[in-house]
C-alpha cells in the first residue's frame, strides 16, 4: 500500500516530456483523433497514448519499445522523425535519472552505522554473560 503511494508521488514528481505534449498539440490542430491516428498509421491507440504521455507505462517492458511506433507516428504527423526520437529518448534518460533519484532511499552516513553495531554487538555480550552467570548459579 505504501510502496503504490510512494510510486505515485514518484510519478507526479516527473512532468509529462515536452515531445509528448507537441505530438498530441499538432495531432490535434489537424483536427485528428486518436482513432483516426491509430487507422492511417496502424499503430494501436494505447501506444500513441503512451506515445502522447497519457498511458500507463508499466504496461510495457521497456518505455524505448515505443521508439518504431514514434517513427511512424512522427511522419504521419509531418514532424522529423531523428529529431523527435531524439528528444524522446534525452525525455526517457532525463526521467529514469529523476525518478532514480527520487526512490533511492536515503542513506544513512557511515558514522552512525558503526556505533550503532558495536552497541548491539556490546549488548549481545553482555546479555549473554549475564545469562550465563544466572545459569550456572
Not at 32 to 39: H, M
Not at 62 to 70: G, N, T
Not at 74 to 83: H, I, K, N, T, V
Not at 106 to 129: D, E, F, G, K, N
Amino acid at each position: 500500500m505504501e510502496e503504490d503511494k510512494r510510486g505515485r508521488d514518484l510519478a507526479q514528481a516527473v512532468t509529462i516530456p515536452e515531445i509528448s505534449l507537441r505530438l498530441q498539440y499538432v495531432r490535434e490542430a489537424k483536427g485528428l483523433s486518436l482513432r483516426e491516428a491509430e487507422a492511417a498509421t496502424r499503430v494501436p491507440v494505447h501506444y500513441l497514448r503512451l506515445l502522447e504521455g497519457r498511458g500507463d507505462s508499466r504496461l510495457l517492458s521497456d518505455i524505448l519499445d515505443l521508439v518504431p511506433f514514434l517513427r511512424t507516428y512522427a511522419l504521419f504527423l509531418g514532424l522529423d522523425p531523428e529529431e523527435t526520437i531524439a528528444q524522446f529518448v534525452q525525455s526517457v534518460h532525463t526521467k529514469e535519472d529523476a525518478l532514480s533519484e527520487l526512490s533511492a532511499p536515503p542513506s544513512t552516513p557511515q558514522s552512525t552505522v558503526r556505533p550503532m553495531l558495536l552497541l548491539i554487538s556490546l549488548a549481545s555480550v553482555v546479555l549473554i554473560a549475564v545469562l550465563w552467570l544466572i545459569r550456572k548459579s
